[in-house]
């Protein structure tokens, strides 16, 4: 069964406002993939033109090789989870998991049986005839996906379904979603704008920014080898530098930043001397200069403002001397432990820890959020990834 | 109700507001209904005789319907024309409610909306005039079927039920509409479309998701539909034929003509028992109370 699905060359225009610039992607069949970017950006639009709710304005989809223009939702090989979920509140548990199997024909015992098969399956068993409203927001979401998996499609839509969950029960389904997806071998097309959902199911994501995607890869790849300002800093947490390029050698760039002299890092992108670029430096890749110690350190002076005490880590945030902006920076408790609000510390990084990105006037994420650049604090992220290296 | 009123506005005011409510209650609603049940077991005497030794209860004004065929077959006609301008109501007003809700534009539907609105400003009289111009035998109507050659000869609408239930479907469609569009506005998008998703033709989406979903919706529309159309007398008087009477009319010429009230009187409360009874059976059939109809 093929369920990949090939977007080729999709554009979607709403009057004169473009939703969706033009987009080709391959998924693959079996792969758990993600569209991750913030509200707007174009990722509910693309999984409903996947799903067929729409259709696009240019281009094709094709799913498992064919061409689904012409096709109508309800005869594509997809299913969908809403957000909301969307269960039949005046059916039963069983009628909610069986109304897809009911439309195409199957006879009562077959779909009973089938039913109680994906209750199993999402660890429900014994709860068919219960009325949805009887049922707690974890379970409402184990029927949403047994009643998608009912109708065997050969993909699998899921918007944002985990938003409405709390915390813990969100961490527990995503476990869940990624266990199901293994053992069905469907195709997961998953939209959230929660980068730590993306990051941690994923095989690959696609990060998108108003309209566009900016860079498919797996989550390794997207935290450590951002291909644009977009990504760098809505993907996890980054410190963001503007200059100008004055070298570009051996896989390293020298910025010259207006107020702390030449930084380098590793060159991420098409770099040129002369032309704006940005240093990407991540709060956990900061470190107090002691700490660094070696010739190879790139250090910055910082006078620190505010101390947040995070369990394992401390978040500190701190002013540059130089320019007045804001950095933050992940410590260590022993390292933490020392430092107060209203002192001034040196900072350093290793360089192959930074990464150098052509500034091309394309919106950061920060930007997009209506924030000056580090000059204040990033929205609230409770999943922050922080890789063990 | 009164200690939250009291609470709300004072002893004075909450007394005031019960007041005017118990006193147009009873006087005005409760005893007149008293009154003319009281008028229906009674059999019709001159002045003089009232309180004499023919006053007295009896069943006479009741049985009269039931020995006369004439009297008899218009009442049950009445009651299944009612139940035939309720299911057309039904017919017409559904897609037109769908529409309004969940695929017009909030322009669209208040455009929409306006327009069904504004022709209710007209007195309903007038508005049934108007029908009876549009199906006059030398009307429009006959003009356009007969010039698209669609009909030979000019249709004679007025002379059978047609005027009849194509007035009682204009004039209570707004009745039908608004329940029907409250219920289906309700309706999450995303069930429609989950329907879909899963497989469902829109007829299918509309029979096992919009309809149940829309039930006490379509309750409602039914029961006040076949309230007023039972109850009407302005369109069968105007749109229909002799042969087309309308129980109300019979009612009507007992008052009036007949100079009868006693036996008016019953046979208006042997309509109301019709009523109360399709009321009940509808409630029933779509396994609704009373409370999910006046929401």
């Known amino acids: 069964m093929d369920g990949s699905v090939i977007l080729d060359n999709v554009v979607m225009r709403f009057d004169d406002f473009t939703a969706i610039e033009p987009t080709s992607l391959e998924i693959r069949s079996g792969e758990f993939f993600s569209f991750l970017g913030p509200s707007g950006c174009g990722k509910t639009t693309l999984l409903n033109i996947i799903s067929g709710f729409l259709s696009p304005t240019d281009g094709d989809v094709r799913i498992g090789n064919a061409s689904m223009r012409g096709v109508p939702v309800n005869h594509r090989p997809t299913a969908m989870i809403f957000q909301n979920l969307a269960l039949f509140p005046l059916m039963s548990v069983y009628q909610n998991i069986e109304f897809g199997l009911e439309v195409r024909g199957v006879d009562r015992a077959t779909r009973r049986r089938k039913a109680d098969e994906l209750l199993e399956l999402v660890a429900l068993g014994g709860s068919g005839g219960k009325p949805v409203s009887a049922l707690s927001g974890g379970q409402k979401q184990r029927v949403a996906i047994a009643r998608a998996l009912a109708v065997e499609p050969r993909v699998l839509l899921l918007d944002e379904p985990l938003s409405a969950l709390d915390l813990k029960l969100r961490q527990h389904m995503r476990n ?75 896989g390293r760039a020298t910025l010259d930043i207006p107020g702390l002299g030449r930084l380098s890092g590793r060159s991420g992108s098409e770099l040129s001397p ?106 609230a992220q409770e999943n922050r990834h922080v890789p063990s290296a | ?142 003009e356009i079927l007969l010039s698209l050659g669609l009909i030979e000869r000019p249709i004679r609408f007025l002379n059978g039920d047609t005027g009849v239930l194509v007035g009682m479907v204009y004039a209570y469609l707004l009745f039908m509409v608004f329940p029907l569009y409250n219920a289906i506005e309700s309706l999450d998008g995303n069930q429609i ?70 036996q008016g009187a019953a046979y208006a409360f042997l309509l109301l028992i019709l009523c109360i009874g399709f009321m009940a059976l509808v409630m029933r059939l779509f396994k609704v109370g009373l409370a999910d109809i006046a929401k």
């Not at chain 1, 709060?283 to 369990?311: K, R, Y």
């Not at chain 2, 019979?250 to 006693?262: A, K, P, V």
């Open chain 2, 1 to 142: 109700m009164f200690r939250q009123l009291k609470a709300r506005f004072g002893v004075p005011v909450a007394m005031a507001i019960v007041g005017i409510l118990g006193v147009w209650l009873i006087a005005m609603v409760t005893l007149p209904q008293l009154q003319m049940i009281d008028y229906s077991f009674r059999p019709s005497l001159l002045p003089a005789e009232i309180g004499g030794p023919k006053d007295g209860w009896t069943l006479a004004n009741y049985v009269t319907l039931f020995n006369n065929d004439i009297h008899l077959s218009i009442f049950f006609k009445t009651l299944w024309s009612s139940v035939f301008v309720t299911l057309l109501t039904l017919l017409v007003s559904y897609p037109l409610a769908y529409y309004l809700a969940k695929i017009a534009t909030p322009g669209q539907a208040a455009l929409c909306l306006l327009l069904l609105i504004v022709p209710f400003w007209i007195n309903e009289i007038l508005r049934t005039f108007s029908w009876f111009i549009l199906l006059a035998f030398r009307g429009p109507l006959n």
């Open chain 1, 176 to 250: 869940e979603l990624k266990a199901i997806q293994r053992k069905t071998g469907i195709t997961f097309i998953y939209i959230t704008h929660d980068q730590g959902e993306a990051l941690a199911m994923s095989d690959r994501v696609a990060v998108m920014s108003a309209g566009r995607i900016q860079q498919v890869a797996d989550p390794e790849t997207l935290y450590h080898r951002p291909q644009t300002g977009f990504v760098a800093t809505f993907v996890g947490e980054n410190n963001r530098l503007a200059g100008r390029v004055i070298e570009c050698r051996d």
């Open chain 1, 274 to 379: 002369g032309r704006p670029a940005a240093l990407f430096v991540r709060p956990e890749s900061l470190s107090l200069s002691d700490a660094v110690g070696s010739a190879a350190a790139s250090m910055l002076e910082a006078h620190i403002e505010t101390v947040s005490f995070e369990g394992a880590w401390r978040m500190l945030e701190a002013r540059l001397i130089a320019t007045r902006e804001t950095v933050r920076i992940l410590v260590g408790q022993g390292a933490g432990d020392v430092l107060q609000p209203g002192q001034t510390a040196r900072f350093g990084y290793d360089p192959d820890n930074a990464i150098v990105l052509a500034d091309d006037g394309a919106p950061t994420h920060d930007a997009e959020m209506g924030e000056t650049p580090r000059a204040s604090s990033q929205p």
């Open chain 2, 193 to 262: 479309r989950a329907a879909r998703d899963l497989g469902a033709g829109s007829l299918r989406t509309h029979w096992r998701i919009v309809i149940p979903h829309a039930k006490p919706g379509i309750a409602t529309g039914c029961i006040m539909t076949f309230m007023l159309a039972a109850g009407s007398y302005a369109v069968p008087a105007l749109l229909g034929s002799p042969g087309s009477r309308w129980f109300t009319q019979i009612i009507y010429n007992w008052f009036f003509e007949g100079g009868d009230w006693n």
